[in-house]
């Protein structure tokens, strides 16, 4: 079986790697990776007809590669990966899909992390529509900890995880349950043991609802 991926940065990559080997050995990963969708959006701060554009030629690639499961990576261009899906001949899944619905599962406040601004409306508005799905009220609070996703990209680390932790306690104090809108937050999960609220993080998440998606 094949997963194709499109990304909008390398940051998740051997992330992902690592779960499809750990989860789904069995299936083949192939990636496509475009930076400058992300450039674009957060220069935009939403997504525009030339994301749009570029994601539908996207799926349209996937396709020729006959895969399985077309897995759109990065929150920031979900809407448009929304779009784009549809033309697909196959299964689709959104990075986020799976978190946003585990965390309307697990409270009914919820608060949504993000690192890009471009990342916030979109991935509360995930949250929404799931909500919406499951026929349940929530409330949706956002934190953006605007830049911290350069920082890392830039090689501070540290100095990203001392901004996203500071966010997520506050988010903590105010919510049920906090999602991390990026993926490229996961790392910070072990650095989070004073946290008692639930903290989601996306990647893990999706990988096995893409085994769960091709019934292995």
């Known amino acids: 079986m094949k997963v194709v991926l499109i990304h909008t940065s390398p ?21 496509i990776i475009d930076d400058s969708l992300l450039d674009e959006v957060k220069k935009n701060g939403k997504i ?22 077309i897995f759109n990576q990065c929150s920031s261009v979900g ?18 899909e799976a978190m946003a619905e585990k965390a309307v599962s697990m409270g009914s406040k919820i608060g949504v ?29 956002e934190y953006l900890v605007d830049g911290a ?7 501070d680390v540290d100095k990203h995880n001392e901004l996203v932790i500071e966010a997520i ?8 349950v906090v999602v991390l809108a990026q993926g490229s937050m996961t790392a910070i999960v072990p650095l989070l043991s004073d946290i ?3 903290v989601l993080t996306s990647p893990r998440l999706a990988v096995e609802r893409v085994k769960k998606e091709l019934g292995l």
């Open 196 to 198: 008692k609220k639930p």
């Open 48 to 69: 525009n007809a030339n994301i749009i554009s570029r994601m539908c030629a996207y799926v349209q690639v996937a396709k020729t590669l006959k895969p399985d499961l």
């Open 113 to 141: 992390v993000a690192t890009v601004a471009s990342t916030v409306k979109p991935s509360s508005n995930l949250v929404r529509t799931k909500a919406l799905e499951a026929g349940k009220e929530v409330t949706v609070n």
């Open 169 to 176: 306690k506050k988010a903590e104090a105010e919510n049920d």
């Open 149 to 155: 996703l350069d920082i890392l990209m830039s090689g």
């Open 11 to 31: 940051v998740s990559l051997n992330d992902l790697k690592a779960l499809f080997k750990e989860i789904i050995p069995e299936v083949e990963m192939v990636n």
């Open 79 to 96: 809407e448009a990966f929304d779009i784009a899906r549809k033309q697909a001949d196959c299964k689709t899944l959104k990075i986020d």
